[in-house]
């Protein structure tokens, strides 16, 4: 039901054009109290939102709740009961029936004409109806820009309506196929909702004072890919100054994101190898002298990669004292001889633990044989060192258990034992003994000799150490004549 206006007493008739003069919107008359209750709405309400005005008066929709959420600051601004400001014009979102967005042009007046409460005159203009395509300037240098950049380029009023736009732009919306049929558009028309109200918001900061937004979106491709685009945009400033529209202009970034997005992850797994492998990698400027290190050799140095700063002199002072000299030299005979270096060194830290690290270097000349900058790596190797020193260790006690057992086996009876002469004099020789030496006699490697007798290659070696300790030889090859001139036989 379309009712009439009332009066709104000191409200000159003429103040606010009705929408419906044009056919381009719709009038609403609110009476602003705790509820506000709308008086008032024309019939071309339905075809601007798509509601009939008896839905709005009997209160089953209400306008407030139709406004985009982004506009909440202009609905507070309206449906205030206050009489300040007491009119104004400004674009906003309209959420229609059909659950698309509309932007309209609102021109509102508010009046305390009676003691009921303050009276709030609303016209609705289809923001895309107020912009007049037939009379809108064309420039054949405008046109043929349009036409050829590869640029997404676009003009708007500052309705949010499309006053120009390339071509390149129109290859990308979904409902365009030339720039032309983009003007006199808005986002909503052409784009996903939310791709729509990111630019909407972008041009709300360029219409509140921003000189310029950049920013990086994503948006849908044509093919239903996602693409991205560098967007910035300027304000359009008329003859005293005032912002009359926006000029936004985007890039396609799509293949240096996809590029971007497969470097990351090639750094992740980098970060994963180095970590799980204990290996850092490092690269020194000697132009600059700046140290870059990787996150794994912050690790391995155990600072933290947010206080500590990397230097040649910073790195030094963590290698343990008694091997400063010899890491400083190797490197700077590296970069004298251009030979890459190879060390292996400890690190002192700050608790008094010490590290074992394998550093690698090479450096990088110009043509004259200066050198540019040296880049390397660094591996943890503690516990590889640990478990060599354990293993040593263990075989220093295995070969101290064999002597002891010789030396009780040398104690034997003479029916465990058999006597064997030396030129320097006799001695005994335990069984296992003449095992050994009968089978180095006849040819034998530590390992054919270990598998002959079930016993370890480096018990052979030790047996083999021990028999050339007590009778005063020095090879095998003596060994082999000690064996045929006392006529010992293998096993």
């Known amino acids: 039901m379309t009712q009439s206006p009332p009066s709104f007493g000191n409200i000159a008739p003429d103040k606010i054009r009705c929408a419906e003069y044009d056919g381009l919107g719709a ?9 506000p209750v709308v008086l008032s709405v024309s019939g071309s309400i339905e075809a601007l939102l798509g509601f009939t005005p008896d839905d709005f008066i009997a209160g089953h929709i209400s306008l407030s709740d139709r406004i985009h959420l982004e506009d909440g600051d202009l609905a507070s601004l309206l449906f205030l009961n206050a009489d300040s ?34 009276r709030l005159r609303l016209i609705l203009k289809d923001a895309k109806g107020l912009y007049d395509i037939e009379n809108a300037p064309a420039d054949v240098h405008f046109k043929y820009m349009m036409d050829s950049t590869d640029d997404f380029i676009c003009f708007k009023n500052k309705n949010h309506v499309i006053t120009g736009a390339s ?57 239903g890919e996602c693409g991205w685009v560098n967007s910035r945009k300027y304000p359009i400033h008329g003859d005293q100054g ?140 503690s516990d590889r060192k640990r478990l060599k020193l354990e293993g040593t260790d263990l075989l220093r006690k295995i070969e101290s258990l064999i002597l002891q057992m010789d030396d009780r086996t040398g104690a034997a009876t003479p029916e465990e034992n058999v006597i064997a002469c030396s030129e320097e004099g006799a001695g005994k020789l335990s069984r296992r003994h003449l095992d050994v030496i009968g089978l180095i006699a006849a040819g034998l490697t530590s390992a054919q000799i270990a598998a002959r007798l079930n016993i370890s290659q480096t018990t052979v070696i030790t047996h083999r150490r021990n028999l050339m300790r007590k009778l005063g030889l020095h090879s095998a090859a003596e060994l082999t004549a000690y064996a045929i001139k006392n006529k010992i036989v293998a096993c």
Request: hydrophobic content about 35%; some cysteine; overall charge negative.
């Open 27 to 35: 009038e609403f008359h609110i009476l602003l109290s705790d509820s």
């Open 167 to 223: 071509q390149a732009l129109a290859s990308i919306c979904p409902r365009g196929q030339r720039w032309g049929d983009l003007i006199g558009q808005t986002d909503y028309e052409l784009f996903p909702e939310e791709f729509a109200d990111r630019c909407y918001q972008l041009e709300k900061l360029i219409y509140a004072g921003m000189p310029s937004v950049n920013v990086e979106l994503e948006y849908v491709q044509v093919t």
């Open 85 to 118: 400001p007491a009119s104004g014009s400004f674009p906003i979102r309209l959420r229609q029936a059909n659950g698309q967005i509309r932007i309209v042009r609102l021109d509102f007046e508010k009046s305390s004409a009676d003691k009921s409460g303050v």
């Open 242 to 381: 005032e912002i009359v529209g926006v000029f936004g202009v985007s890039r396609d970034i799509t293949e240096r994101k996809i590029f971007e997005e497969a470097l990351k992850k090639s750094e992740a797994r980098l970060t994963l190898a180095q970590r799980m492998s204990h290996l850092g990698n490092w690269e020194l400027d000697l132009i600059s002298n700046v140290l870059w290190w990787s996150e794994e050799i912050f690790r391995i140095f155990e600072v933290d990669s947010n206080s500590f700063t990397p230097s040649y002199e910073a790195f030094l002072a963590v290698v343990h004292p008694d091997d400063r000299g010899t890491v400083s030299s190797a490197y700077l005979n590296s970069l004298k001889s251009k030979i890459p270096y190879d060390i292996e060194h400890r690190l002192l830290l700050t608790d008094g633990r010490i590290k074992y690290v394998h550093e690698r270097c090479e450096t990088v000349y110009d043509s004259g044989g200066n050198p540019l900058r040296s880049v390397g790596t660094v591996q943890d190797i």
